[in-house]
Structures are given as C-alpha cells and as structure tokens.
DNA sequence: CCGCAAACGCAACTCAAAGTTGCATCAGGT
DNA sequence: ACCTGATGCAACTTTGAGTTGCGTTTGCGG
C-alpha cells in the first residue's frame, strides 16, 4: 500500500495520502470524473486542498494514482478441481466487482482515460499484468488435469473470459446479470478448450479447429 | 442526417449544426473529452460560442449528441457463404474502426460516460440496437446453412466477438492486432457452434455442450 | 423581391474550479 | 527539546462553463 521512496513514512503523510487516496474514489463513485474537484477531495479527507498540489502535480495523476491503489486488491482465485467451475465462479465474481458502485466508477474511469500517456495510461499495464498473474496458476492446474489443452495462454483465457462483462458496462450499458457471466464463462470454456488461446506453434497444435 | 423537426430546415441551420458536430469529433479526437472546451469547437466550426449554446444545452448534451451522429454510419456486412469468414471478417472492420484516431477516440469517449443517464447514457441503447441489427442477417443465413445451431442470438455472438477488441481498446490498452482480431472470431465462432448463444428454451437444446 | 422572424455575431458579464505563492504553524524523528 | 519536513491558510491568476442583452444577418413565405 506505501509507496517506496517516501521521505518520511512515518504517521502523519503516510495517513493524510491514504486519506486522499480514498477519497478520490469516494468522489469518483459519487459524482464521476469529470464532476471530481481537487477541493471537494481535500475537504472530504479533512486535509487542505494546498497539501493535495504538494504531493500530486495535478488532477489526472492523483486520480491515476487513486486508482492504480485501489486496484491493488487481490482476488480469492477458484480451486475446485474443475476448469468449468472455476471459470463460472471467476466470472461472477468479476461480475460481483464490476457491479458494485465503485467498482463500476472506477472502471468507467480507466476505460475513459486509457490514453492519456502521462496518468491512467501508465498504470494500466502494470495493473492488468499483476491481475492475470494471478489467473496464471488456476489455469496451470487445468492443463495438468488434462481440462485444458497444453499451451493454453492464461491471458488470453481470463481476457476473453472477462471482456463481455466489461463490454456490458462500458458499452452496451446493460444491466450484468449472473446469467450473461455465466455465459462468458462458457464461452470461453468452449473456445479454451478448441485451443483458440493456445499462441501457434507452442506445444502440440490446436486440437477441434476446423476453421 | 437531419433530426426531425427543426423549425428552418433552410441551409444555414442545417450547415451550423453539421460544422459543429462535426467539429466536436475532431476536438476529441484530437484533446479527448477532457480537455475539450466549447470554445474551441465554436472557433473550429466557424461559428460563435453563444450559437452552440444556444441549441445545446451544454457540454455534455452536445458531445453526446455529435457522437450518436458518427456512429450513424453504416458498416459493410460481409457474406461470403461460410460464417467462419464472415465473423472473421466481421472482427477486422470492426478492428480497423476501433483503431482509427477517431474511432478510438469516440469509443473511449462513450466507454467513459456509459452512466451520465442525461447525455451519452441516454444514446447508447440505440446506438447499439441499430448496429446490432445490422448483423441479424448474417447469422440468419448462417443457420439456414445449417452452420449455427437454430436459435442463436445475433446480439449474443457480436457482443461476444467484438467484446475482446474493446476490451483491449479499453481495458488493458494494448495493441490491437489482426492476430487478435482473428483470435476474438475464433473464439466466438466456437461458442457459437457450441450453442453457447442459444437462449434456454429456444428451438432445439445446445449441441456439444457438456459444462 | 420584400418584409418578418429565426438564427447568428458580439461583447460583457458571473461563477466554479484548476493551479500557484508566501507565510505561519504543527508534528515526527533524532 | 530541537530541527526539518509536512500541513494549514489566505490570497491570488487563469481558464472554461454557461448567461444576457443587443444589434445584424439570413432564410422563407407571401
């Protein structure tokens, strides 16, 4: 949670930027970032709006920053013994996150903002690279059970497994339900297991792709 | 092109109001949403600050509406007789769309305002229901080839092809690549002979299925 | 082709929020 | 207990949203 670096990590500054920090996404949950004021922020953290310019040069970093903390949460990652299951129980719970109010505004936010080379766009790789890291193994284990074709790209699988879920918020504007989870959950059984996610040339060759 | 009822359909209102929405795309294009300013689209159309207040009420009203304009446009179905090509097809104009400065651009725009229940939130439901009906031939045809199980949703199988590239436009920020494009057809071309997209209780049960 | 009203240009405002500066004060580590 | 970094505070500049009043242009109907 502390970034490396800091002068003086002891109480005070350590507080005051989580204080901050939080209430970026309270503001940001509440009112979306374009209605975001660095004033109402510093008043929401009890802090003075002087000390948020001291410690974050301008708006779009401190919201970036904000937004690369909260993301740093880890998720309970599924171990049944059975990729069909595991992938259902992935997908609702990213269906569970990208419901909540916060966690809908703060994605709404990074989708919003992934070009702006100097803030979200920084953090964007290194926050998606740690999350599938996390995917890494569950789909190992598959692949030893023999689920799963040898090769299968975890990235792959877990992008292909999530990216309806994000399509329904951040494009159609649907409502998502357990039923459409459910459904990018076996669609992406499906295709992981006709080998669509095994890169070409790795390991044997795509197994039922008559394309 | 020109919305029902306006009161002088006559030459200059008409011009004024295409100048100006068509200024906006080139704005965010150029600056995106953020950094657009009301001001400057007025100096690029050619025409004064008050006018455009004048006929939007304000900013996000009239971004919202030059959007739903560009995305008017219409998209060249493929039918080459087999759905595999075609959905692959599918995925590399839609590809090439989000690629373009404008595309990605007006995509990013919309992905990060999909809430605002006033302005974008109002045009995305239609805006997607026109586009998606443009794809209820292709697969109509597919299935009366016997290629698709009878009953799968066209909504469903485009949302699912297309979900991986704004997943990648938005989300993870990475490059969009024909590969990928490809990979997103694949993916979803299996799903579909799977019967993934076969509502519960339609036509015929899911073939293949064995979740 | 002429007059009337809608649409536009223009200037001058208000208001809110971004970001800055100088100085006084407080609090944490040694 | 001291010293320095961090904070509070007030006063500023600047930019852009949105408004108002008035004079001018332009399109459309007669």
Chains 1, 2 share one sequence.
């Not at 939080?22 to 709006?49: F, M, N």
């Not at 703060?106 to 992934?114: E, M």
């Not at 409502?175 to 992406?188: F, H, R, V």
């Amino acid at each position: 949670m502390n970034q490396a670096g800091e002068i003086r990590p002891g109480g005070r500054t350590a507080r005051t930027r989580a204080a901050v920090l939080a209430a970026v996404i309270e503001e940001l949950t509440d009112h979306g970032w374009d209605q975001l004021s660095v004033e109402s922020v510093a008043l929401r953290a009890g802090v003075h709006k002087t000390t948020v310019y001291r410690r974050w040069r301008d708006k779009n970093t401190l919201v970036a920053e904000a937004l690369k903390a909260a993301a740093e949460s880890r998720i309970q990652m599924p171990d049944t013994g059975d990729i069909a299951q595991d992938l259902r129980e992935l997908a609702r719970i990213v269906r569970v996150l990208l419901t909540s109010r916060e966690g809908a505004a703060t994605t709404r936010a990074l989708a919003g903002h992934s070009h702006d080379t100097a803030g979200v766009g920084q953090v964007l790789p290194v926050l998606w690279a740690a999350r599938l890291a996390q995917v890494e193994p569950v789909v190992a284990r598959a692949v030893a059970r023999g689920q799963l074709p040898v090769g299968t790209s975890p990235d792959d699988l877990m992008k292909h497994l999530t990216a309806p879920l994000f399509h329904r918020l951040l494009v159609t504007a649907e409502p998502l339900t357990e039923a459409s989870a459910d459904q990018a959950a076996a669609a992406a059984l499906v295709a992981a297991r006709a080998g669509v996610f095994v890169p070409p040339g790795d390991g044997r060759a795509a197994a039922g792709m008559d394309l």
